[in-house]
């Protein structure tokens, strides 16, 4: 608790304690107020406001799902992996000059934001579900000073309202099992939305309904980054080639667990 109380003053009201239009007074009931919800389990993330992922500013004023580490470790590695593709052929996969990317389960939209700042020359669509997120999305994007021209934000149950075909796809489902419920910290239970966390009795409903119909959204040579569960692993597999997805590798997190898988079309 002592580290979060010192996060949460330095990232939310350092800057606030030199305004000289606000009282020491003001500050004071403020910081109690936020203290209160930490002692009550609130995720500092949600106190202070924001988060960062990979350099880049994440609002979480409408309480998406909050960006998690493993998420930022995969994406990362994935952006690597374009910009080297980019440069050469790679498994024999070369992309264009002008790369089309579909964030899925976009949720705040780090993912998209985050492939904007590090990879010039692309146009990013941003889907999700949830108007809330949507409304999170556009947010975010002016925050990170991205043209508008540069993304469309789309209304979608998985695929429903997505026409295009694009040359990568990021998918970070919901993919959590209601039967490892249990399991979950509690904190994240009753603060962060279910929607985003669940993906049905195995975990994998939402998975399961990507893949059968992802191919048809993939150009030639297109690619997948998609986030699972670690035992998941045995049951993607499967998926992949009940699916005919027969070019594909998993790939581990910073923690040594299966976590995120690259699908080539």
């Known amino acids: 608790m002592k580290k979060e109380i010192e996060w949460?003053?330095?990232?939310?009201y350092l800057?606030?304690?030199t305004d000289a239009h606000r009282g020491v007074n003001y500050l004071t009931k403020k910081i109690k107020?936020?203290?209160?919800r930490l002692k009550k389990g609130e995720p500092i993330d949600y106190v202070i406001g924001f988060t960062e992922f990979?350099?880049?500013k994440i609002d979480l004023s409408k309480r998406p799902l909050i960006p998690r580490q493993e998420t930022e470790f995969w994406t990362e590695k994935a952006i690597e992996i374009i910009k080297n593709m980019k440069k050469d052929t790679v498994d024999d996969v070369k992309l264009s000059n002008k790369i089309k990317v579909l964030d899925i389960f976009a949720g705040s939209g780090c993912i998209g934001i985050a492939i904007f700042k590090k990879i010039k020359n692309c146009q990013v669509y941003f889907a999700d579900n949830d108007k809330n997120c949507l409304e999170q999305i556009k947010i975010n994007l002016k925050i990170n000073k991205i043209k508008p021209e540069r993304y469309k934000i789309i209304q979608s149950d998985i695929f429903k309202n997505i026409k295009n075909?694009?040359?990568?796809i990021f998918?970070?489902?919901?993919?959590i099992a209601k039967k490892r419920k249990n399991k979950i910290q509690k904190s994240v239970l009753k603060y962060e939305p279910k929607s985003a966390l669940f993906g049905g009795e195995d975990g994998l409903f939402y998975i399961r309904k990507f893949l059968k119909n992802a191919k048809s959204h993939l150009n030639k040579n297109g690619i997948i980054f998609m986030e699972f569960d670690p035992f998941q692993k045995k049951e993607i597999v499967k998926m992949l080639k009940k699916f005919g997805y027969n070019n594909f590798k998993f790939?581990?997190?910073q923690y040594n667990k299966w976590r995120w898988i690259i699908v080539k079309k």
């Open 8 to 12: 949460l003053l330095k990232e939310k």
């Open 15 to 17: 800057a606030k304690f």
């Open 33 to 36: 107020k936020d203290l209160e």
């Open 54 to 56: 990979l350099g880049c």
């Open 165 to 168: 075909k694009y040359d990568l």
């Open 171 to 175: 998918v970070n489902p919901p993919y």
């Open 251 to 253: 790939h581990k997190d």
